[in-house]
């Protein structure tokens, strides 16, 4: 029936406009449909990475010619991870739209091709372009971003849950006392960010609950370069901790552990001693001959300190340090360490922001690929932050991470039909990015409390198969007359 005729006009208008069919639904979700894709993502990567880091393998899983092959493989990971670890299908859906925009080949509608193509990257070439990024973004940084002309390192430790599954429960442990198949399996995090540049340099993975020295250990010997201050909290005030960074030619400031007794007088702030080297623990992870090769007394300066910071638990502190320097002022201390939770805030990115709080890999080398790909996600916005902060002279600390990976998803999803080179178009994506400041909040009160209720469900006791649910819980009780 033909509503637009001046006959129907007046019935037209009284009762709303006639409903679409199944057919032209169809039809504009396709439409819409090819209008997105991330066609963008190869220049994006390519402004960043090496193009031949993105290249079919000589032999092996990518050496033929797939709809899915290395590149588009790591692109649709990527994505998956921008978004928030969406759905396989979308990113299917993506690839789709992204052929079909550029006239080429368009991959079949299932998951399966993509997921065994996932399954199969090389963790050896991940790493290869996560070490890529980091080199851009060590170019990036300025000297005025430098503390005292020095870089600063932070440590710390999470844990991250994943689907519970047979296989990952072989390999990872679940939280203690926990009941059997009422919970998820763990994975254990240590890892070290930098403070001038915000970049994820490396993380170390454990499938048991080992305490953070022995599960950072590595990352020290590998990141602590010459100059470095690895800035942690009083988990690390270890002797041969300090000791085996002083060893690699950097310090280390901490917070005193509340078992190590303290020489300061109660109105004494600062004081330089001498730590004498305890005997080897059967906890330390260092070898006999390492142990034995670290020095035998340990100079180390106290700092007691106000940390004026509403909502935090903590007013007073006592530090430990290897930065004896007089030019170096106990409240320059205070300040730095103040800037440690820097690090909370780069997990809450990555678990919040990105999704990496609940895996929803299957299988323990999935869950390995899925942190090598939020290692790179994390490092890309990163990029895209201190390239911004550089062009809009603003301070890296204004941006906002949520803003910056929007505004890059924005990109990726891009042109809306083939592959153009747009003037200007990276220099307004910087722009968006640098526009969007985070308002300067000094000494803001953040408590540690939730707003929105959780729903009024029962706590899973007891296996899903075993489980009895209490009834009429949620009736509410009828008033008696």
Same mark, same amino acid.
């Given at each position: 029936?033909?509503?637009?005729?001046?006959?129907?006009?007046?019935?037209?208008?009284?009762?709303?406009?006639?409903?679409?069919?199944?057919?032209?639904?169809?039809?504009?979700?396709?439409?819409?449909?090819?209008?997105?894709?991330?066609?963008?993502?190869?220049?994006?990567?390519?402004?960043?990475?090496?193009?031949?880091?993105?290249?079919?393998?000589?032999?092996?899983? @990518?050496?033929?010619?797939?709809?899915?092959?290395?590149?588009?493989?790591?692109?649709?990971?990527?994505?998956?991870?921008?978004?928030?670890?969406? %759905?396989?299908?979308?990113?299917?859906?993506?690839?789709?739209?992204?052929?079909?925009?550029?006239?080429?080949?368009?991959?079949?509608?299932?998951?399966?091709?993509?997921?065994?193509?996932?399954?199969?990257?090389?963790?050896?070439?991940?790493?290869?372009?996560?070490?890529?990024?980091?080199?851009?973004?060590?170019?990036?940084?300025?000297?005025?971003?430098? /503390? @005292?002309?020095?870089?600063?390192?932070?440590?710390?430790?999470?844990?991250?849950?994943?689907?519970?599954?047979?296989?990952?429960?072989?390999?990872?442990?679940?939280? *203690?006392?926990?009941?059997?198949?009422?919970?998820?399996?763990?994975?254990?995090?240590?890892?070290? @960010? %930098?403070?001038?540049?915000?970049? /994820?340099?490396?993380?170390?993975?454990?499938?048991?609950?080992?305490?953070?020295?022995?599960?950072?250990?590595?990352?020290?010997?590998?990141?602590?370069?010459?100059?470095?201050?690895?800035?942690?909290?009083?988990?690390?005030?270890?002797?041969?901790?300090?000791?085996?960074?002083?060893?690699?030619?950097?310090?280390?400031?901490?917070?005193?552990?509340?078992?190590?007794?303290?020489?300061?007088?109660?109105?004494?702030?600062?004081?330089?001693?001498?730590?004498?080297?305890?005997?080897?623990?059967?906890?330390?992870?260092?070898?006999?001959?390492?142990?034995?090769?670290?020095?035998?007394?340990?100079?180390?300066?106290?700092?007691?300190?106000?940390?004026?910071?509403?909502?935090?638990?903590?007013?007073?502190?006592?530090?430990?340090?290897?930065?004896?320097?007089?030019?170096?002022?106990?409240?320059?201390?205070?300040?730095?360490?103040?800037?440690?939770?820097?690090?909370?805030?780069? @997990?809450?990115?990555?678990?919040?922001?990105?999704? $990496?709080?609940?895996?929803?890999?299957?299988?323990?080398?999935?869950?390995?690929?899925?942190?090598?790909?939020?290692?790179?996600?994390?490092?890309?916005?990163?990029?895209? $932050?201190?390239?911004?902060?550089?062009?809009?002279?603003?301070?890296?600390?204004?941006?906002?991470?949520?803003?910056?990976?929007?505004?890059?998803?924005?990109?990726? *999803?891009?042109?809306?039909?083939?592959?153009?080179?747009?003037?200007?178009?990276?220099?307004?994506?910087?722009?968006?990015?640098?526009?969007?400041?985070?308002?300067?909040?000094?000494?803001?009160?953040?408590?540690?409390?939730?707003?929105?209720?959780?729903?009024?469900?029962?706590?899973?006791?007891?296996?899903?198969?075993?489980?009895?649910?209490?009834?009429?819980?949620?009736?509410?009780?009828?008033?008696? *007359?």
């Amino acid at each position: 029936m033909q509503w637009k005729t001046p006959m129907f006009e007046p019935m037209r208008k009284l009762m709303g406009r006639c409903g679409r069919s199944p057919r032209k639904t169809m039809e504009a979700q396709r439409s819409q449909l090819l209008r997105r894709g991330f066609g963008e993502m190869t220049r994006v990567l390519s402004r960043w990475i090496d193009p031949k880091l993105m290249a079919p393998e000589n032999e092996g899983n @990518f050496s033929r010619v797939r709809c899915f092959d290395f590149a588009t493989t790591v692109q649709g990971f990527l994505w998956q991870i921008l978004q928030g670890q969406a %759905s396989c299908r979308q990113v299917v859906q993506q690839v789709q739209a992204t052929r079909a925009a550029a006239s080429a080949q368009i991959p079949d509608s299932g998951t399966a091709a993509y997921c065994q193509a996932r399954a199969k990257l090389p963790m050896k070439r991940l790493h290869q372009i996560n070490e890529a990024l980091q080199q851009k973004i060590s170019g990036l940084v300025r000297p005025q971003d430098l /503390w @005292f002309g020095r870089e600063v390192k932070l440590l710390d430790c999470t844990s991250v849950s994943m689907e519970d599954t047979p296989a990952n429960a072989q390999v990872y442990a679940y939280a *203690n006392g926990q009941k059997p198949g009422c919970g998820f399996p763990l994975v254990y995090l240590a890892g070290i @960010f %930098s403070l001038s540049s915000g970049a /994820w340099l490396g993380y170390a993975a454990s499938p048991e609950n080992r305490h953070d020295l022995t599960l950072s250990v590595d990352l020290v010997r590998k990141h602590i370069q010459p100059g470095d201050i690895l800035v942690a909290d009083r988990a690390y005030c270890a002797y041969w901790m300090l000791a085996l960074t002083k060893v690699l030619g950097g310090d280390v400031l901490v917070r005193l552990r509340q078992t190590r007794v303290t020489d300061l007088g109660p109105r004494q702030k600062e004081k330089v001693i001498s730590w004498e080297k305890p005997s080897r623990g059967a906890g330390c992870p260092l070898s006999a001959e390492e142990y034995a090769a670290l020095p035998q007394k340990l100079t180390v300066r106290l700092v007691r300190r106000k940390l004026e910071a509403k909502g935090q638990r903590t007013r007073e502190v006592i530090l430990a340090t290897t930065l004896c320097e007089k030019a170096i002022s106990g409240e320059e201390l205070g300040a730095l360490y103040l800037r440690r939770w820097k690090v909370e805030l780069h @997990f809450d990115d990555l678990k919040t922001t990105l999704g $990496m709080d609940h895996l929803k890999s299957k299988s323990p080398a999935m869950v390995e690929r899925a942190l090598a790909v939020y290692h790179c996600a994390h490092n890309l916005v990163r990029a895209l $932050m201190l390239e911004a902060s550089v062009r809009a002279e603003v301070p890296l600390g204004r941006l906002s991470f949520k803003g910056s990976s929007g505004a890059l998803l924005k990109a990726i *999803n891009g042109p809306k039909g083939p592959i153009r080179k747009t003037p200007g178009r990276w220099e307004i994506l910087l722009d968006m990015a640098a526009d969007d400041l985070l308002p300067v909040r000094p000494n803001r009160r953040e408590p540690r409390a939730i707003k929105r209720r959780p729903k009024n469900y029962q706590r899973l006791t007891a296996p899903r198969s075993l489980f009895q649910e209490v009834p009429h819980r949620h009736r509410t009780k009828k008033r008696l *007359n």
